[in-house]
């Protein structure tokens, strides 16, 4: 199984297509990511409630019995990486299957959090990865700005990488973005530190919650967090799952 400094290892260097540095977050930041996420959502209900895993990037509650890494670049359309392990519960690749099971279900649904309502429109993105199992989605909120969210998750054995970016525009290219930087982590991973490929759980998906909810708060001095805003409805719904 990856250790935290392993997984920090392996998102560590990353940039965005814009030459933006995926800069790290610390420790504290990570644990303190999913403390706001957990209040963010302990009032956030999500309807369907079957679609808080298309909601949260296929991501759960919280990294129980694992480790999560976050990286999160600054601008316009902010990017987030994350990388996380767990040592029990299904394998990565099970939870991504499962989620992916989901999608027919979930072309719509609402997140209220905040005495806010968004409706969310979501499809299914056909993308690739070097991974054993990949599942993308792009999230359209309702609103004035139309923001999107992208998201790629990505499982090999029991670690998996989640890409997000947000903005108004996405497309093809930003897909391609988000795919290589995943491609780039499994790259690193294979030739690195662990040996076997390592864990992540139902648990360890849900390092996303931490990460983006994270990424909102990391990102909130800058326009990001308005672009983070479609990022709000899923880093908050993770821990509506509680």
């Not at 029991?158 to 093809?172: I, M, P, Q």
């Not at 308005?226 to 880093?235: K, L, R, T, W």
């Amino acid at each position: 199984m990856y250790s935290e400094d392993d997984l920090r290892n392996l998102i560590s260097g990353m940039k965005d297509d814009d030459g933006n540095e995926l800069k790290l977050y610390s420790k504290d930041q990570v644990a303190q990511g999913s403390n706001i996420a957990n209040l963010l959502m302990s009032t956030a209900t999500i309807d369907p409630k079957d679609c808080k895993d298309i909601a949260t990037a296929g991501l759960l509650d919280k990294v129980e019995n694992g480790d999560v890494a976050v990286a999160l670049s600054e601008g316009n359309q902010p990017r987030t990486l994350s990388a996380q392990s767990g040592s029990d519960g299904p394998d990565a690749v099970k939870t991504l299957s499962d989620i992916s099971g989901k999608m027919s279900q979930c072309a719509k649904f609402s997140v209220s959090a905040l005495g806010q309502k968004y409706d969310v429109s979501s499809q299914e993105l056909q993308a690739k990865t070097d991974a054993d199992k990949t599942f993308a989605t792009v999230s359209t909120r309702s609103g004035d700005n139309q923001q999107k969210l992208m998201q790629v998750s990505a499982a090999q054995g029991r670690l998996l990488v989640v890409a997000t970016k947000s903005g108004t525009d996405l497309g093809d290219k930003d897909q391609k973005e988000l795919e290589g930087l995943i491609n780039n982590v499994l790259k690193k991973a294979e030739g690195g530190a662990t040996s076997s490929p390592s864990s992540t759980s139902s648990s360890g998906s849900a390092g996303m919650s931490p990460s983006s909810s994270a990424s909102l708060t990391a990102s909130s001095t800058s326009s990001a967090t308005m672009s983070s805003g479609s990022g709000a409805s899923s880093s908050a719904s993770p821990t509506s799952s509680r």
